[in-house]
């Protein structure tokens, strides 16, 4: 889900809830997936506190005018704050933390790891650790893990315990190492206080979530294959396919609404990359002055406008081979992931588009996956696909928590 830059109505969450109750280049930095994956066995758990008890009859009241939710609400949940050993995208160890939500059950649970959307600076206050009333771990998080998960959800780097860094934003590498250490906090966690889990791991995430699921899911599958194997995943809305992505929105006519976070992007990508081109270099005046003064200032909706031609020229033929090597490093769509994986995507996605998620679909299925789903949400947009995304994603991973 996208907050703040891209903020869904709390409505839609509401809406589905009713729906579940009835019958989701030259690099100077090492990229964590491949050079600083820590070893299986090595503790990455620092500490825990305590936040929050929730009552079944709390988290009812929780979603105002829909009763039915207290149908899914089976345990009272006790949510902590976890911080974690993790690396940054110099492959420094840093701390990070995150937000374990462990339900009262007697018997063994699944854990399903939950990588929330966009959160501007300004809502630093909304990542999962914190458990601020109205986000979406209080709300929507916590009645699935009262159902029968303990949930693990990640503030990311830059929120929480790291939040003196910058978000590494679209960040695939450190976005899937973050995860998988939360994951693995989480289940150390677990251990250390008795909580009985089982060997299933499910993931979900929309938008910025459903990116950093769909590459959690490879980097669990390519390190982790025996030690923490993904069970199913059901990423929603994420832009998979960053190249692709990168020349659709360069080669636009049309407005998009989107460019301040795709601004974020390009930062990201300059910094985690060493590429250190001035703003000029990406964005025409006044823009470019205006940003570098307010990396998250408004910026008009019009590609032209925006970017710098040389730079628009640059994506779109491949002739700046660093700028282009930072674009598909961060393409996570092509590869052949071994266990169940649902793509959720709104067909009229005016944000992410749907060609994301079908050009991953596609690729997935000329390497040989058999258990890969592409699930279009007809008509849906980026703010609408959200309540077909929730009822489908946890659907998706129920059949597989028998």
């Known amino acids: 889900m996208f907050r703040s830059f891209l903020l869904k109505p709390r409505a839609l969450w509401l809406a589905a809830f009713t729906l579940l109750a009835a019958p989701a280049c030259k690099t100077n930095a090492p990229d964590p997936t491949?050079?600083?994956?820590?070893?299986?066995?090595?503790?990455?758990?620092?500490?825990?506190?305590?936040?929050?008890?929730?009552?079944t009859a709390d988290l009812a009241g929780?979603?105002?005018?829909?009763?039915?939710?207290?149908?899914?609400?089976?345990?009272?949940?006790?949510?902590?704050?976890?911080?974690?050993?993790?690396?940054n995208t110099d492959g420094q160890v840093v701390t990070a933390s995150g937000a374990?939500?462990?339900?009262?059950?007697?018997?063994?649970?699944?854990?399903?790891?939950?990588q929330h959307g966009t959160l501007a600076p300004s809502s630093e206050n909304q990542a999962p650790s914190y458990y601020a009333q109205g986000s979406d771990v209080w709300a929507v998080v916590s009645v699935l893990a009262s159902a029968?998960?303990?949930v693990s959800a990640p503030d990311y780097l830059g929120y929480g315990e790291s939040k003196t860094l910058p978000h590494p934003y679209e960040h695939a590498a450190s976005l899937a190492s973050t995860s998988a250490d939360m994951l693995r906090a989480t289940r150390e966690f677990c251990q250390q206080q008795?909580?009985?889990?089982?060997?299933?791991?499910?993931?979900?995430?929309?938008?910025?979530?459903?990116?950093?699921?769909?590459?959690?899911?490879?980097?669990?599958?390519?390190?982790?294959?025996?030690t923490l194997p993904v069970t199913a995943s059901a990423p929603g809305a994420?832009?998979?396919?960053?190249?692709?992505?990168?020349?659709?929105?360069?080669?636009?006519?049309?407005p998009l609404n989107f460019l301040s976070t795709y601004v974020w992007v390009l930062r990201t990508y300059d910094r985690v990359y060493g590429l250190n081109r001035p703003y000029s270099f990406y964005y025409q005046e006044p823009y470019a002055t205006q940003l570098q003064a307010n990396p998250f200032g408004a910026v008009p909706s019009q590609p032209s406008q925006l970017f710098a031609p040389a730079f628009r020229q640059a994506v779109l033929d491949n002739s700046d081979a660093a700028l282009n090597n930072t674009l598909t490093a961060n393409d996570i769509y092509d590869w052949k992931p071994t266990a169940p994986l649902?793509?959720?995507?709104?067909?009229?996605?005016?944000?992410v588009p749907f060609f994301n998620s079908q050009d991953a679909y596609d690729a997935m299925q000329r390497r040989g996956a058999t258990q890969v789903e592409l699930h279009p949400i007809q008509g849906g947009d980026h703010f609408s696909s959200v309540t077909v995304y929730t009822l489908g994603a946890f659907a998706f991973i129920s059949q597989y928590n028998k």
């Open 34 to 55: 491949t050079t600083t994956t820590p070893e299986a066995d090595a503790p990455v758990l620092v500490g825990s506190t305590l936040v929050a008890q929730v009552s």
């Open 62 to 87: 929780r979603v105002p005018g829909v009763p039915l939710v207290a149908t899914l609400a089976r345990y009272p949940l006790r949510v902590y704050r976890l911080t974690y050993r993790t690396h």
């Open 100 to 114: 374990a939500l462990v339900p009262t059950a007697p018997v063994a649970l699944p854990v399903l790891s939950y």
């Open 148 to 150: 029968g998960y303990v």
């Open 194 to 226: 008795s909580v009985q889990v089982n060997q299933k791991n499910f993931l979900v995430g929309y938008s910025e979530g459903g990116y950093a699921t769909l590459a959690l899911h490879k980097y669990l599958q390519d390190n982790y294959a025996a």
């Open 238 to 254: 994420g832009a998979y396919h960053k190249s692709a992505f990168a020349r659709y929105i360069l080669q636009s006519t049309q």
């Open 342 to 351: 649902a793509l959720f995507h709104g067909t009229a996605d005016d944000y």
